[in-house]
């Protein structure tokens, strides 16, 4: 199966900061994923260029793709727009799961504005920016987005 994170910062993807949240998503996923095929990218806050990306691995079979920032209320941070306007439907208990599961150790997570669905077969999450808010909130959510990837594929399981 092939999983895919995506990092959102315009410093990072001019080479200007290293992208250090991103690849511990992407261990994390290896952790919990160990057969997973994993790909990796940076784009900047370009709308039109994440959601391009996110429907290109969609359409290559990606089952999970997770964007890594631009979920805040910063003027640049538009991840959520560029993910809705890919997405057949959403799934916002992910989203509110993060925030609430977060604010027990950081009352700003309230503030980030993550989304989630599905793109066909794709389950799509947008995790915050840093490196402890990305890997906090993908632990945090990891039982949802097994059942989500589960129920996607048509394994009727109800927990």
Known sequence: M????????????????????????????????????????????????????????????AGLILTVGGTGLGPRDRTPEATRSVLDREAPGIGEAMRALGAGKNPMSWLSRGVAGTLGGTLIVNLPGSLRGATESLTAILPLVRHGLETIAGEERHV
């Open 2 to 61: 092939l999983f895919a994170v995506l990092t959102v910062s315009d410093r990072c993807s001019r080479g200007e900061a290293q992208d250090t949240a991103g690849p511990a998503v992407a261990a994390r996923l290896r952790e919990a994923w160990p057969e997973a095929e994993i790909a990796t990218a940076l784009a900047a806050d370009e709308p039109e260029e994440i959601s391009t990306r996110l429907a290109d691995w969609a359409a290559q079979g």
